[in-house]
């Protein structure tokens, strides 16, 4: 059984998981609107394109998504201050440098119409019916509380410290094409 420090540090881990998906995604996207090889934003090449890439995805998840800074660094496998540096040259970059410009405004139309298309509840009870018609499971010895937002509606899921990941894992696949926030209490 874990110890109590080892949970909290799993928690606090884990707490994240879904700002870093939501990033690597908009990683994904981004490659693939600019025509770069898959992975090839956290490369350590200072090749234009792909500093643009770089510039593009760390500003739009600070803009859209408020993604915390080390989280966009540890993806991109740069400094956080890296991240500083982008928000603060994202004004003179999108003003006087056309490729940067084209390139946000691509990303960021797409990211958008990307986004406008997942849903969110309405209600909890509905949200939580419909997780567990989704191959979520809950244990009455709860160990570990899933709380789980959508919109408006939050419901917790109750598991055991063994089969935390695998509930994770079920929750993110059944929400995939939702709004959601995850919390680990």
């Not at 874990?2 to 998906?21: G, P, V």
């Not at 996207?29 to 956290?42: I, R, Y």
């Not at 800074?69 to 201050?81: M, P, Y």
């Not at 010895?141 to 894992?169: H, M, P």
């Amino acid at each position: 059984m874990l110890n109590h420090l080892q949970s909290l540090m799993m928690m606090k881990c884990l707490s994240k998981m879904t700002a870093e998906d939501n990033f690597k995604n908009l990683c994904n996207l981004t490659t693939k609107l600019l025509g770069l090889p898959d992975g090839s934003l956290s490369l350590k090449s200072r090749k234009q394109d792909l500093q643009i890439g770089r510039s593009v995805a760390g500003v739009i998840s600070r803009m859209e998504d408020d993604t915390h800074r080390t989280i966009i660094a540890k993806v991109l496998d740069r400094d956080r201050s890296l991240v500083y540096h982008y928000e603060k040259q994202h004004k003179g970059n999108y003003a006087n440098w056309g490729a940067y410009r084209n390139a946000f405004n691509k990303v960021y139309v797409a990211y958008q119409n990307m986004v406008d298309t997942k849903k969110t509840f309405l209600d909890d009870d509905f949200m939580k019916s419909y997780l567990l018609k989704n191959d979520v499971k809950e244990n009455l010895k709860a160990q570990v509380l899933i709380e789980v937002k959508s919109g408006k509606a939050i419901c917790l899921i109750k598991t055991s410290y063994f089969d935390f990941s695998n509930q994770l894992e079920n929750i993110k696949f059944a929400l995939s094409n939702y709004h959601y926030e995850i919390k680990i209490k």
